[in-house]
Nanobody, 125 residues
């Protein structure tokens, strides 16, 4: 099991950028986990945003953030990042990071084993 803590959320104007971080801790070997970012807007279901494989070689993005979002990881720091550019009001949501013990990148929520508590991102128009 790995514990995850997100940070970097906040209030930003439309067109701005943010970098979210997700720090992992625990006895599990972070470098073997696939990692993902999901988000949940008020009144909506949680949705996939981005994912990265354990070895940093494979990434996938939701169409809604493709070209604006970049997921990356630093296994030495046990941290995964989500850089978001050209933010839009519709990006407003609580952003969650998640860990998949299988190590593969996944767009499917139930394939993830551990979740953080989330960080709020609010984009004003």
């Amino acid at each position: 099991q790995v514990q995850l803590v997100e940070s970097g959320g906040g209030l930003v104007q439309a067109g701005g950028s943010l970098r979210l971080s997700c720090a992992a801790s625990g006895r599990a070997l972070f470098s073997t986990y696939g990692m993902g970012w999901f988000r949940q807007a008020p009144g909506k279901e949680r949705e996939f945003v981005a994912t990265i494989s354990w070895d940093d070689r494979t990434t996938y993005y939701a169409d809604s953030v493709k070209g604006r979002g970049t997921i990356s990881r630093n296994n030495a720091k046990k941290t995964v990042y989500l850089q978001m550019e050209s933010l839009k009001p519709e990006d407003t949501a609580v952003y969650y990071c998640a860990a998949d013990r299988q190590g593969v990148p996944s767009t499917v929520m139930y394939e993830y084993d551990d979740w953080g508590q989330g960080t709020q991102v609010t984009v004003s128009s």
